[in-house]
Every structure is written in structure tokens, then in C-alpha cells.
């Protein structure tokens, strides 16, 4: 099964923090399972950074890191862009919005703990609820 990481689940994994992602846990320590990373989580990261409100390594240090714990990158396409314009104004975060429309073009699970993201209908059946 193919996932997408919400960023917070990112960042979670790579901290350790094993409480937060309890629910998860079994997903991504399932070998079988493709977890991917957008490139707008990475676009995310480095805005917050720069606005001082994460701390991590450098950009290509952080995709090297990411690459190391097997998870895959998803790249944006014009697909996920087209797919913004059928979808509601339900949330105000252009980085989630992104995020859910890659995974309903992509028809992968989003995992995230957002309760923002499942009042979207098409996400009743890609995301995963706490």
C-alpha cells in the first residue's frame, strides 16, 4: 500500500516521537508499505525555517536523511494543481490543500492527524483518522 506523509508525521518520525505517531506506527514500520514524502513537505520545511519556527539540518542534508529511512519522494505535477481547482476552500493551508489533492490524483493514503483534511469528501477514503 502507498502512503503520503502530512508533515507533522514527517517531522514526528524523524524526531523518534513514537507517542505521537502510535496509530501509526504499525503503517510505517510495515516493510510492504511505499511511504512518500512530497516535495511540498520539503517546500513547507524550508519557509518554516526561515521563518524560525523549525530547526532542522539543511535542505539537502534533510532529503538525504529521508532517503535513508526508505521512504520515496513525490513530486508535484500539474495533475495536483488542476485537481485544487475542483476542490472546496474547507482549509486555508496552500501546503495541506496541495498535499490532499496529491493524494486523491495519486489515490494514496494521507496520513496525517489534521481533522481539517477530513472534512474534504474526497478524503473519506484516503485518510486516516486518530
Known amino acids: 500500500m502507498k502512503y503520503l506523509l ?5 517531522l514526528w518520525c524523524l524526531e523518534g516521537n513514537t507517542k505521537k505517531l502510535t496509530p501509526f506506527l504499525d503503517i510505517i514500520e510495515d516493510a510492504e508499505n511505499d ?4 516535495v511540498v513537505t520539503y517546500w513547507e520545511i524550508v519557509i518554516k525555517q526561515s521563518l524560525g519556527k523549525l530547526d532542522l539540518p539543511p535542505l539537502d542534508e534533510l532529503i ?3 532517503k535513508e529511512t ?3 519522494t513525490m513530486s508535484l505535477d500539474i495533475l495536483h494543481i488542476r485537481q485544487l481547482e475542483k476542490m472546496p476552500l474547507i482549509h486555508n493551508d496552500p501546503f495541506d490543500r496541495l ?3 496529491q493524494s486523491v490524483v495519486e489515490q494514496v493514503i494521507l496520513l496525517t492527524t489534521d481533522e481539517k483534511i477530513l472534512l474534504y469528501p474526497e478524503m473519506r477514503v484516503y485518510s486516516l483518522r486518530v
Open 35 to 38: 511511504l512518500a514524502v512530497s
Open 64 to 66: 538525504e536523511i529521508v
Open 99 to 101: 498535499l490532499i489533492a
Open 6 to 10: 502530512d508533515t507533522c508525521i514527517l
Open 70 to 72: 526508505g521512504f520515496s
